[in-house]
């Protein structure tokens, strides 16, 4: 997962929640939670 300004998460995950909602006009909104399911990389950028 790239994080702008700050870097990169590598490894592997579980999507714990998604949640999405579209409002007029092409806009969209969205949460994600993620769960580690095992060991996690991080590279700054």
Do not use: K, Q, R, W
């Not at 999405?20 to 991080?42: D, K, N, Q």
């Amino acid at each position: 997962m790239v994080v702008p300004d700050f870097g990169v998460l590598e490894g592997p995950f579980l999507v714990a929640a998604l949640e999405y909602a579209g409002e007029h006009e092409g806009e969209a909104t969205f949460a994600l939670s993620l769960a580690s399911a095992g060991e996690i990389g991080f590279s700054a950028t």
